[in-house]
């Protein structure tokens, strides 16, 4: 059984920083690109970050480029999302995903899901 489990999540206030981890157990991190998405109350799932098999490249939502950094450290089946620079706007629930290639943007791009871990940015 598939399993993605991330932790990292919590109340932070804006310009503050967090770091988000995704264990997997019952799958091998590195045969996929890993992505995390993210989603607001009331709004659709969005693309935040995706990240190769090799980790040898990167792509990131334009909210989240130059303050969001996805890394991956294959051999402990753990996936990152460093987080700084905070906004109220980056409120979400995050995703860790398993993502069919390295061109994933949308939910549909995605072979499996973690239940997600809330960030919340206070003003």
């Known amino acids: 059984q598939v399993q993605l489990v991330e932790s990292g999540g919590g109340l932070v206030t804006a310009g503050g920083s967090l770091r988000l981890s995704c264990a997997a157990s019952g799958i091998t991190l590195s045969g996929y690109p890993m992505a995390w998405f993210r989603q607001a109350s009331g709004r659709e799932r969005e693309f935040v970050a995706v990240?190769?098999?090799?980790?040898?490249?990167?792509y990131y939502s334009d909210s989240a480029k130059g303050r969001f950094t996805i890394s991956r450290d294959n051999p402990n089946n753990t996936i990152y999302l460093e987080m700084n620079s905070l906004k109220p706007e980056d409120t979400a629930v995050y995703y860790c995903?398993?993502?069919?290639?390295?061109?994933?943007?949308?939910?549909?791009?995605?072979?499996?899901w973690g239940r997600g871990t809330q960030v919340t940015v206070s003003s």
């Open positions: 990240i190769a098999r090799g980790a040898t490249s990167t």
């Open positions: 995903a398993a993502a069919r290639t390295v061109m994933a943007r949308i939910p549909a791009d995605v072979r499996y």
